[in-house]
Nanobody
Framework: HVQLVESGGGSVQAGGSLRLACRAIGFTFGDDDMGWYRQAPGKEREGVAI????????NYRASVKGRFLISRDNAENTVALEMSSLNAEDTAMYYCAAARSGSGRTCSDVDDYDAWGQGTQVTVS
């Protein structure tokens, strides 16, 4: 049974930082691209960042580039999202997600994900 379990959300003032973590249970995600997407109330899902399984490179949403950093530890089956200089527009439920490795994928391709967690809330005021 595949599970992705997020942690690390919370409330923070504008300009602050948070670190989100995700642990994969029930599968080894060494063959998967791992990403984070978010969804605010009344809005569509939007991809935030993705880290590829091949070379470990990453792709970011333009509005978070330079502020967010995604990383993965294949040995520990974990993926993290370091977020800094947070602003109110970053407020959303954040989801960790996995997709089988593919070519040409960017963080915006949220429909590619075939597993995701329950989400963790990030609130910036």
């Amino acid at each position: 049974h595949v599970q992705l379990v997020e942690s690390g959300g919370g409330s923070v003032q504008a300009g602050g930082s948070l670190r989100l973590a995700c642990r994969a249970i029930g599968f080894t995600f060494g063959d998967d691209d791992m990403g984070w997407y978010r969804q605010a109330p009344g809005k569509e899902r939007e991809g935030v960042a993705i880290i590829y399984t091949g070379d470990g490179s990453a792709n970011y949403r333009a509005s978070v580039k330079g502020r967010f950093l995604i990383s993965r530890d294949n040995a520990e089956n974990t993926v993290a999202l370091e977020m800094s200089s947070l602003n109110a527009e970053d407020t959303a439920m954040y989801y960790c997600a996995a997709a089988r490795s593919g070519s040409g994928r960017t963080c915006s391709d949220v429909d590619d994900y075939d597993a995701w967690g329950q989400g963790t809330q990030v609130t910036v005021s």
